[in-house]
């Protein structure tokens, strides 16, 4: 209990320190309105409870895992004594979960802030039997507040970066035995399963269940007729297209000077820019003032048709997958120094478009571990090699053709982790009654 009161001591001051941080965001992405009373556990409804059913919680963070956790929400709804709560954390990704999944979930809510008389003031309203949080969503206040009423708490797909597992390590005397709130953690690999363990949950509630990621249905398919029609109507045409996939500051202009070296070779070759974070338009523009005045350079927020162009930034939401399509190659973002961290290079895999990365790809690292030992993807260690790897792949149709067989290979044999999760969770759901 030391920590959890740890906790509760130093969460104001530091939530006060972050609070103009916080509302600049709110302001740049100009859609958070109306939802703080939510964060502050207040904007929601009491829900009483159903006789005869089982209220699971469903904490996704983002977009990203919104997408990933389809396949085990669609799982549960299958047992009609199932009633479902899913959160999430950004507007991306509530605006998605309201999309995708209001018919079969029976409350979508934003993720209260992690303080305690706002997660207790939602816990009393809503009342679960379950929590299942995805990924890295290990908030202490909400595992206290579990713990307290009696409610399981399983993480799913769970895995710990490098980074993320360094800072672990040194708080592992303060949080340790916060740890063993967790039910279950279900990990997305041994090296994930390892950490988790030394971190104090006990080995006997860890297991390994692959990465949901890979389990992945990808409905937005599109045919080769429809990929030549929407690359002519974005002013794409037919030639090369380099894809800058959820690029990070400074990697757009280390991808518009490989673009430039390339065009000697390739004249009708275009550039694809999605940067991670849409708010960044307004920085990409001047840096494309700056560095590209002489190339057309149009951005998708501003037009669904355009001439002929050189540049397309794609400064919109969830059409990452589609547009993913209209590639021949691409770099996945977030991966050259100084970032570490990476971005998924799931969906190229499992869409078979050739990529190269960087060597930060940590929140990744099984997944690239097997793309590269089944010759799925590229990893290089520096600017002038993924220059090197990029001009190389571009003039060789047969080796992007080849990486694109194996990454079929690689997604066949990457595929089960959703049986293995529900198998290992259906002891929870099904038993997960009123404490």
């Given amino acids: 209990m030391l920590f ?58 983002s977009l990203g895992e919104i997408l990933v956790i389809e396949g085990l929400l669609r799982k549960l709804v299958e047992d009609p004594k199932v009633e479902l709560l899913l959160t999430t954390t950004t507007s991306s990704g509530y605006r998605l979960a309201k999309e995708k999944y209001s018919e079969i979930c029976d409350r979508i809510y934003y993720f209260p802030l992690d303080f305690w008389p706002f997660v207790r003031k939602f816990w009393k ?18 595992m206290q507040q579990a713990a307290n009423a009696g409610v399981p708490m399983v993480l ?50 860890v297991l390994v269940s692959g990465n949901l990621k890979l389990d992945v249905s990808i409905d937005e398919i599109l045919d080769e007729d429809q990929k030549r029609e929407l690359r002519v109507s974005l002013g794409l045409g037919d030639g090369f297209v380099l894809l800058g996939s959820s690029t990070w500051p400074g990697e757009e202009e280390t991808l518009l000077s490989i673009f430039r070296d390339l065009r000697e070779r390739l004249p009708e070759c275009k550039l694809l820019l999605v940067p ?18 002489d190339l057309t350079c149009r951005f998708k927020s501003e037009s669904d048709t355009f001439a002929p162009l050189d540049i397309l930034v794609a400064d919109t939401n969830g059409e990452l997958r589609v547009l993913t399509q209209l590639s021949d190659l691409a770099f996945i973002g977030k991966s050259l120094p100084p970032c570490r961290e990476g971005q998924t290079p799931i969906e190229c895999g499992l869409l078979g478009v050739p990529m190269v990365f960087g060597s930060g790809m940590s929140n990744f690292k099984s997944v690239c571990e097997g793309m590269i030992k089944m010759g799925a993807a590229i990893q290089l260690s520096d600017v002038d090699s993924l220059r090197e790897a990029i001009e190389s792949l571009a003039l060789d149709e047969a080796a992007r053709q080849e990486m694109t067989q194996r990454q079929s290979k690689w997604a066949v044999a990457s595929r089960g982790a959703l049986a293995r999760t529900f198998a290992a969770i259906e002891g929870f759901v099904r038993d997960g009654g009123p404490k």
């Avoid at 006789?51 to 963070?61: E, H, I, L, N, T």
């Fill in 4 to 61: 959890i009161w740890i906790y509760r001591l130093i969460f104001a001051p530091i939530a006060l320190l972050l609070t103009p941080k916080y509302l600049l965001k709110m302001r740049r992405r100009g859609d958070y309105k109306g939802t703080l009373s939510m964060r502050l556990g207040i904007g929601i409804e009491d829900w009483p409870r159903t006789p005869g059913k089982r209220r699971v919680w469903m904490q996704a963070v």
């Fill in 125 to 142: 309203r809503l009342r679960p039997d379950l929590v299942i949080c995805a990924e890295t969503e290990l908030w202490p206040e909400h």
């Fill in 156 to 205: 799913v797909n769970g895995r710990l970066s490098d980074r993320s597992f360094k800072y672990a390590r040194k708080l592992k005397w303060a949080y340790g035995r916060h740890m063993l709130l967790l039910s279950k953690v279900i990990a997305i690999s041994k090296g994930d399963s390892s950490r988790f363990i030394a971190m104090g949950v006990p080995s006997d509630r």
């Fill in 276 to 293: 991670r974070h849409v708010e960044r338009r307004s920085e990409i523009r001047t840096m494309l003032e700056q560095n590209a005045s």
